[in-house]
């Protein structure tokens, strides 16, 4: 009886806030109109100049829009640049002043999945009714306007007669002084019958804004008769209407209405604001606590449950074991920590991982990782013989594996042993094996999300074993995918997760790929020559001139190594690496591939961001570049593609056209 009480008080709080919210709504109703982010496209223009093949420009980007994310967040608006190594990206992006921050947060991220149909161009920018963003590769904050790329779209039908005419003309004239003489860059209002809203840029300020709007102003009177027309410049917008389209809620309008009856209307809107601002920070925290409260609950029991199990080792024996974490006994380093070789006091050889936790994102994939795989085991998994978690660091154990990881036999120049073609398809083999059993054949299915030649351990007769599960991700039975934010290894990382966080099995599968391209070529995939690109554009390139073969390791004597096998592995690999996830074999299929050389091959169609300036040996069939391949999947979502306009060099701020950024594929 206690308990239920408690149960019935604890949620109480939020009981009466959702009371409250919904009871102040309909106060409200009468006086404020729905939300609205307005997230309708009004123009994308992507510019023509390409980043080179050989460049780190698609990483650049995502850091930028991360960062620009940050920035909306925080403020409604931002500017940032990254310096991507062959260059610098400069971003802005800014909501209109009349959305609320929700509708703001909903329009960037609608901006932002569809300004990528650009890449790999070094410069565009979008137009949405409700918010800009625009990335080049100059500093281009204070541009007011730009005789090339800017644009008006009129549209709807014509309105007869000249009161239309009269009453656009009105707000062009008006719409200047009210933005920039009262409304620090933002005025919205009606004429007659005719809306209007116009935006200026924070950047440009109150002369850029004027110059400007007035342009944008010429601009949309050239779109009479028509029913609706926008400015799409570079420093600003502005757009008519016969119909509302702004939200009102945001915007406490002045001129029309009695001074006396604004300030009333102002206080009234200042302390119903202060009354949901307060109903809602409780809200926020109650169930931010709530969350946080659920979440260390489960850790709670993950600790309990490893605590009473054969998984919880003593810190002070791990400690021991690596004499006292001694650099000598240090044999590898990652990113949430170093791994350290120990000896357990029954003699036993373990891998000591020895964890820094300097955000919560690594606690949590501590927790996942020890959730995830202290219960499933495979020859081709690394074994999680247990952790600490109770001294003043964690600590994963693992099954020592003497080889240590893959790419120090594939890729380093000071190689102790060179792999022959048997030991690489049995490293092939065994990994797809591991994966096939993670995405159907454990008691669930696990995406491991960073599979890369680093994250394959070998023993001692190098048997490949996949380590690093701090990013996998359970994947239901009754699920088609996973919406989540991209994490993995640039160059290994799928199209469709990459550019749309959109996450299925198929992620390994495009992974795994890569990685038999490497193990076959004995090439990094991330690494650029001049004259053929990436490791995956080199090897489609030659399987599109019937030769393959070139690109097989050189290290590997022609006389060592079946040649129709490595040509077939090879076929494989292209298969696993193509841009649509649907065409990918499942990881069981690429098993039945490598052990069933009867089977049949299907052709493979060509990897994604292949980039046009890669000479092609069949020029009838068209490049794959990320601008189409991201464009004709967001037309299966039902975004069609607006207008793209060329760019050139036009001010004086702005580099050379021969001056390039470079673009990382994947």
Known sequence: MTHKKKKISSSSPSSCVIFAIFFFSLSCRCHLTLSDPRISEAGLSCGTTKAPLYSNYIPSFIKEMEFLSQQVTAHNWGTHSVDGGGGTVYGLAQCFNDLSHTDCLLCYAASRTTLPRCLPSLSARIYLDGCFLRYDRYRFYSEETDPVRDTVNCTGGNVEGVAHQRSVERVVDSVVLKAVAKGGGFAVGEIDGVYFLAQCWKTV?????????????????????????????????????????????????????????????????????????????????????????????????????????????????????TDYFNPSRKVGQGGAGSVFKGVLPNGKVVAVKRLVFNNRQWVDEFFNEVNLISGIEHKNLVKLLGCSIEGPESLLVYEFLPNKSLDQFIFEKNKTQNLNWKQRFNIILGTAEGLAYLHGGSKMRIIHRDIKSSNILLDENLTPKIADFGLARCFGADKTHLSTGIAGTLGYMAPEYLIRGQLTDKADVYSFGVLVLEIVCGRRNNVFREDSGSLLQTVWKLYRSNTLAEAVDSSLRINEYPSNEALRVLHIGLLCTQASASLRPSMTQVVNLLTNSNLDFPTPTQPPFMNTGVPDSDSSIRSYSTNSFVSNALKKIGVSNSFSESSSSRSSDRPSSRIEEPIVQA
Not at 206 to 216: P, T, V, Y
Not at 242 to 255: A, D, L, P
Not at 273 to 286: D, G, K, R, T
């Open 205 to 321: 300020g109150n002369d850029g804004c004027r110059n400007c709007l007035r342009k944008a102003g010429k601009q949309v009177r050239g779109c009479l008769p028509k029913k609706e027309g926008r400015a799409l410049n570079a420093g600003c917008y502005l757009r008519y209407s016969t119909v509302k389209f702004y939200n009102e809620q945001r915007v406490v309008e002045s001129g029309s209405r009695p001074l006396r009856r604004g300030v009333i209307i102002a206080a009234v809107l200042a302390v119903a604001a202060v009354i949901m601002l307060s109903i809602s920070a409780s809200y926020a925290a109650f169930t931010k606590f709530s969350k946080i409260k659920k979440e260390n609950n489960n850790r709670g029991q993950i600790c309990s449950s490893i605590r009473e199990s054969s998984l919880n080792y003593k810190y002070e024996t791990l400690e021991k074991a």
